[in-house]
């Protein structure tokens, strides 16, 4: 059974925003700390932000100011709210429990966000 789906990719253009999902099967995430991470073309799985179960927040530098992680607890979901994007931005986006191995672990299929004109 997957526990963790991310969802509200697709394309939109620089300077756009976007909207992901990530919704858990159980309300036992709800006690945990959840992350963003994203895996670029050529590169390694990347944490872009994290949750803590009361709502404090850490960001990598590189969206920081312009991506907002959010959680609604009685929706066990996590959300990232992406403004002014950039083409850098451009990759495949996961949820899942920091920690998990960037190059192992258990990792769901992600959502694509492609930023381009």
């Known amino acids: 059974q997957v526990q963790l789906v991310e969802s509200g990719g697709g394309l939109v253009q620089p300077g756009g925003s976007l909207r992901l999902s990530c919704a858990a099967s159980?309300?036992?995430?709800?006690?945990?700390?959840m992350a963003w991470y994203r895996q670029a073309p050529g590169k390694q799985r990347e944490l872009v932000a994290a949750?803590?179960?009361?709502?404090?927040?850490n960001y990598a530098d590189s969206v920081k100011g312009r991506f907002t992680i959010s959680r609604v607890h009685a929706k066990n979901t996590v959300y990232l709210q992406m403004n002014s994007l950039k083409p850098e931005d451009t990759a495949v986006y996961y949820c899942?429990?920091?920690?998990?191995?960037?190059?192992?672990?258990?990792w769901g299929q992600g959502t694509q966000v492609t930023v381009s004109s």
């Open positions: 159980t309300s036992i995430f709800n006690i945990y700390t």
């Open positions: 899942n429990l920091p920690g998990t191995p960037v190059d192992g672990g258990s």
């Open positions: 949750i803590t179960s009361g709502s404090s927040t």
